[in-house]
């Protein structure tokens, strides 16, 4: 079982430098936040069904091509580089070299449950990390157990619900942020950070169940980002929300270790 700081992988070594790849969608002047990938850049123990280490150059995402002109891309563009390339099935986006997203839209909820295929392939993969999001739309809503007991409990897999595409774009940036900052070492990453749209973080954190509107700004005051929240300890949560919310919030992230 995986914790959201376990899932969210560093860049393997050599990412890190030289990270601003040419080949990017840099070329004819394209614009190199939205390039298209020409060609992936073999990985070594890279595999033919789409769930092996995949090459991501430092502060990058990979995307799968589906996702182009989607509102999800559209709220990424201008805050992190984004790259596009065919053939990611079951993967939409990926972190870092062995860290993914898997995106679970309202559509995929209500068409039934073809989308656990692609969950069970990247989690039985022992290359890959994977951090299942999920739209929790009033539509939606209904399938959203299911698909909570499914992925955490039975998968033992990251889940984390948004509202929108424009909330999953700004929590996937911040997870992006996350994995790549050592503000010791990088303050321009610290200083990006500060512009992370926060309304998406605040509504993620109000859905932990037992936290709500009241809870969620307090949390976010004390543990300001999901992976510091998801490492808390009940004694730690308590002090902020009293006893039994904490242990709620406990469970929420530890069952899927």
């Known amino acids: 079982h995986v914790s959201i700081s376990e899932a ?21 002047g394209e614009n190199p936040e939205v390039g ?24 990058h995402i990979v995307a799968n091509e589906k996702w182009r002109g989607s509102q999800l891309a559209q709220g990424m563009q201008g805050k992190i580089k984004l790259v596009f ?25 209500v068409a ?5 295929k692609r969950l069970v ?14 739209e929790k739309t009033h539509m939606s809503e209904q ?3 299911a698909v909570q007991k499914f992925t955490v409990l039975d998968l033992g897999m990251v889940l984390l619900p948004v509202a ?20 010791s070492k990088n303050p321009l990453l610290r200083k990006k950070r500060a512009l992370i749209s926060e309304p998406a973080l605040l509504r993620t954190v109000q859905q932990i169940p037992g936290v709500g509107k009241v809870k969620a700004p307090l949390l976010l005051q004390r543990f300001p980002s999901i992976q510091q929240l998801s490492n ?26």
Do not use: W
């Open 112 to 116: 039934g449950n073809g989308y656990r």
């Open 85 to 109: 390339e065919d053939g990611l099935t079951p993967v939409d986006f990926y972190l870092s070299s062995r860290s993914c997203i898997l995106y679970i839209t309202e559509a995929d909820l």
């Open 36 to 59: 298209r990938r020409r060609s992936r850049q073999p990985m070594e123990g890279n595999t033919l069904d789409g769930t092996g280490p995949m090459h991501v150059p430092f502060g």
């Open 121 to 134: 392939r990247v989690r039985n993969s022992s290359k890959l990390q994977g951090i299942v999001v999920v």
């Open 164 to 183: 929108s595409q424009t909330e999953a774009s700004c929590l996937i940036i911040q997870l992006v942020e996350e994995q790549t900052k050592e503000p």
């Open 143 to 145: 399938y959203f157990p």
């Open 8 to 28: 969210i992988a560093y860049p393997a070594p050599g990412e890190a430098e030289g990270g601003q790849d040419k080949g990017l969608g840099e070329r004819a």
């Open 232 to 257: 808390a300890s009940i004694q730690e949560l308590e002090p902020v929300v009293g006893q039994s919310v904490a242990q709620h919030i406990y469970a929420f992230f530890t069952q899927s270790r």
